[in-house]
């Protein structure tokens, strides 16, 4: 492979809502050079990629910040970073109105002020979002964004300083050399069998494209994680897996189950209780269940037709072709569990700075641990306190002596292995090989049936984790005989490869965390009770392909 080294201050890896939105902060606010690398194009990718239409994180009128670490603590049964989601909940209405003046459409009422959907949440017209932070990235004169480039490695001698990966269309090797790097490439999906199968399986809650990539890289650098088990699981409209939130907020539409019967004060009104009760009433016979909306008025059905036109448009059209939810109830049903750190607590465990404990590497936006309930502009929020770190760590903390020895030695490795894999079909040639394809819907089959997917209504023993750990251990060796043919294919070997690593830590997370913390989320079928044992965070960090997991105190303020 051809070699490229690229020489920057700083360099971000991943091109979404956090990435973005430091990327422009430091354009703004330093005279650094930064690199902002994405394996897709910036325009369209990432969570916002298809548009969104509402921000669900604001502190409106008669609230303060403190009240919004309130919600996200109670949703989470206590188990978050206060001291992160205070950093973050300062700052919400802040970029909010930034992003308003950079062009976003913020729906107000006839006296001009902004709509809301209950206390924290404001409408927005936000198809365009994506493509509004990516031109104003492009803004900045010391920003130069690298797209199609699939970063796989830190670049690290004990401080991270750069990255390596490939070009996905040019086969080019990239070695980026810099002072700090910012992982903000998202959380991950695709860890479980889907709710739609084969030709629709990318009709799921969370990006497709979100493989755990910057877990993974921190992971095998031997950073620490926090909070894995805290898996998230969406309730979503069934098939089209659009969100229900718009319709239950917007619509003031109850979950009901086949009876007719109201059910969720039953069980509780958490995110993860909304989901539970859905199950339950399922499971016991109760089902379907469904978002009660027939009867609404035509012009709540037409807003919903439209808000959906803004972020799941399968939803509109799915109405269009059958019957609209003035006059049919919206059945709905809860995805596979995604680890994610923007709906959840799960991620890197940071500092104040974003720091995460490998000196010179910051996490923001759904990569970050500690902060539930983070969202669009919790991500942007996060996205500019890592930038504010990264300045004041080049400032007052980096050391340019190299151990150039061993970071050459990393950059030979990591650039065999890509060639490795390119040469493979030749070397192979006659022993059995494997399609990527086919070893992750094998993943997917272990993790749904022995590490509580959809198959199990989301329930695990300890048993059932030994196996799945013993199994994505043997799918983990056979990454060395599958068919690539070219870049395309390494791609997706190197995708298969993160959600492999973050499958092993999370069964690891589950494993220790011996109560139920999470109805659904967390469903341990042998700790079926919630224990005080259990109030702090599950942490842990790998070393030589040995994950060790421990416990730390909770932080509160």
Request: glycine share 10%; with cysteine.
């Amino acid at each position: 492979m051809e070699k490229k080294i690229i020489k920057t201050d700083i360099l971000i890896i991943g091109g979404g809502t956090a990435g973005c939105y430091a990327a422009i902060y430091l354009g703004e606010n330093c005279n650094y050079s930064v690199a902002v690398v994405d394996k897709a194009a910036i325009k369209r990718s990432g969570c916002l990629s298809a548009g969104v239409n509402a921000l669900n994180a604001y502190i409106t009128e008669g609230h303060q910040p403190i009240d919004y670490v309130e919600y996200a603590s109670k949703d989470a049964e206590g188990i978050v970073r206060e001291d992160l989601l205070l950093d973050i909940s300062e700052r919400l209405n802040k970029v909010t109105h930034d992003m308003e003046n950079r062009g976003l459409t913020i729906l107000k009422d006839e006296k001009g002020n902004y709509v809301s959907r209950g206390w924290r949440n404001l409408k927005i017209n936000g198809e365009n979002i994506k493509p509004l932070l990516a031109k104003e990235v492009l803004k900045q004169k010391n920003v130069k964004v690298y797209e199609h480039i699939n970063i796989t490695d830190l670049r690290s001698d004990g401080s991270v300083r750069g990255a390596y990966g490939f070009g996905i269309n040019d086969g080019v090797f990239y070695e980026f050399k810099s002072k700090a790097v910012l992982i903000a490439t998202g959380g991950a999906s695709g860890l479980y069998r889907p709710n739609n199968p084969e030709g629709q399986a990318h009709q799921m809650w969370y990006s497709p494209f979100n493989t755990g990539a910057g877990y993974c890289m921190g992971i095998i650098s031997g950073a620490e994680m926090t909070t894995f088990e805290m898996r998230f699981i969406a309730l979503r409209c069934k098939d089209t897996i659009a969100p229900t939130g718009t319709i239950a907020q917007g619509a003031g539409a109850k979950q009901v189950n086949s009876f007719g019967e109201i059910y969720e004060d039953k069980y509780g009104l958490t995110t993860s209780q909304r989901l539970w009760g859905t199950v339950t009433e399922n499971s016991e016979g109760r089902g379907p269940c469904y978002l009660k909306t027939t009867g609404i008025d035509k012009e709540k059905e037409n807003e919903l037709l439209k808000a959906y036109l803004n972020m799941a448009p399968m939803q509109t059209l799915k109405w269009a072709a059958t019957k609209g939810p003035s006059e049919k109830d919206v059945e709905i049903e809860g995805t596979e569990p995604y680890v994610v750190g923007g709906h959840t607590a799960s991620g890197f465990w940071v500092d104040n700075k974003r720091m995460t404990t490998l000196k010179g590497l910051f996490a923001a936006g759904d990569v970050a641990g500690g902060a539930p309930q983070k969202y669009v502009t919790g991500a942007l929020a996060e996205g500019e306190i890592a930038a504010e770190g990264i300045i004041e760590y080049i400032e007052k903390e980096y050391d340019d002596k190299e151990n150039e020895g061993l970071l050459s030695g990393l950059s030979n490795t990591c650039k065999e292995g890509y060639e490795k894999g390119l040469k493979r079909k030749s070397v192979l040639e006659g022993t059995r090989r494997y399609r990527v394809r086919d070893l992750e819907r094998a993943m997917q089959k272990i993790m749904d049936e022995y590490a509580g997917g959809i198959k199990t209504d989301y329930k695990y023993t300890v048993h059932g984790l030994d196996i799945a750990d013993e199994r994505i251990g043997e799918l983990s060796k056979m990454l060395d005989y599958t068919d690539i043919n070219d870049t395309h294919d390494l791609l997706e070997l190197y995708e298969l490869r993160e959600r492999l690593v973050v499958a092993r830590v999370l069964i690891a997370h589950l494993k220790v965390r011996e109560e139920t913390r999470w109805h659904s989320f967390q469903e341990n079928a042998d700790h079926p009770e919630k224990s005080p044992e259990f109030d702090c965070y599950i942490n842990s960090y790998m070393k030589d392909g040995r994950i060790t997991v421990i416990k730390r105190k909770l932080v509160k303020v």
